[in-house]
């Protein structure tokens, strides 16, 4: 079992595997650039919510679904790298 939250674009590549549909047709029909969905694919960029809603428009899950799984992926990553010393804000 998978003990962190995965990046979307892994996710995103076996669904469009199990259609099958190469990722430049992919691009074509959701109106991207085939080059930022590959960098998506490749986990070197995020899914932005412009994409999320062209996902969901293409009947590829919700929008929410994709924005969720990149905010878990992004808040695992965050609170895994180095961050300063933080202060209270509020009073505990």
């Known amino acids: 079992?998978?003990?962190f939250p995965p990046h979307p674009g892994p996710v995103?590549?076996?669904?469009?595997d199990n259609v099958p549909i190469q990722t430049i047709?992919?691009?074509r029909r959701l109106r991207y650039c085939p080059q930022h969905l590959d960098e998506i694919l490749s986990c070197n960029q995020p899914i932005q919510a412009d994409l999320a809603v062209r996902l969901e428009r293409a009947g590829v899950s919700t929008a929410r679904c994709w924005l969720m799984m990149q905010a878990a992926y992004d808040q695992?990553?965050?609170e895994r790298s180095n961050q300063p010393d933080i202060e209270l804000i509020t009073r505990t």
């Open 1 to 3: 079992p998978m003990s």
């Open 12 to 16: 995103l590549k076996v669904i469009l």
């Open 25 to 27: 047709e992919a691009a």
């Open 76 to 78: 695992f990553q965050a």
